[in-house]
């Protein structure tokens, strides 16, 4: 069992930044990809940013792509999600997720084996 914990979001204005942090504990050895996802009120999850645990491998959606930048600390067995120049469009609650035997990175929330609580961010205009 992975245990992930998400913090850092909050309310920010159109253009600010924040960075989320995802901090796992547990069996963090079944931990071969981590993700970060989205969903707002009325839509479906919808993937982030995901990054491989043992490589520099990493992927964006196009949405985000130039704005946010995953990283990883494994000596901390935590992920961020550095957030910038955020727009309205980005509000909702983030939730980081992890991946077991696979260093692939995959973009279906549903090839995901634990999830965090979510954390929520609301962007202003």
């Known amino acids: 069992q992975v245990h992930l914990v998400e913090s850092g979001g909050g309310l920010v204005q159109a253009g600010g930044s924040l960075r989320l942090s995802c901090a796992a504990s547990?069996?963090?050895?079944?931990?071969?990809?981590m993700g970060w996802f989205r969903q707002a009120p009325g839509k479906e999850r919808e993937f982030v940013a995901a990054?491989?645990?043992?490589?520099?491998?990493?992927a964006y959606a196009d949405s985000v792509k130039g704005r946010f930048t995953i990283s990883r600390d494994n000596a901390k067995n935590t992920v961020y999600l550095q957030m910038n120049s955020l727009k309205p469009e980005d509000t909702a609650v983030y939730y980081c997720?992890?991946?077991?035997?696979?260093?692939?990175?995959?973009?279906?929330?549903?090839?995901?084996?634990?999830w965090g609580q979510g954390t929520q961010v609301t962007v202003s205009s």
């Open positions: 997720a992890s991946r077991r035997g696979s260093w692939t990175i995959v973009l279906d929330p549903t090839m995901y084996d634990y």
């Open positions: 547990g069996r963090t050895s079944n931990i071969y990809t």
């Open positions: 990054i491989s645990w043992s490589n520099t491998n990493t």
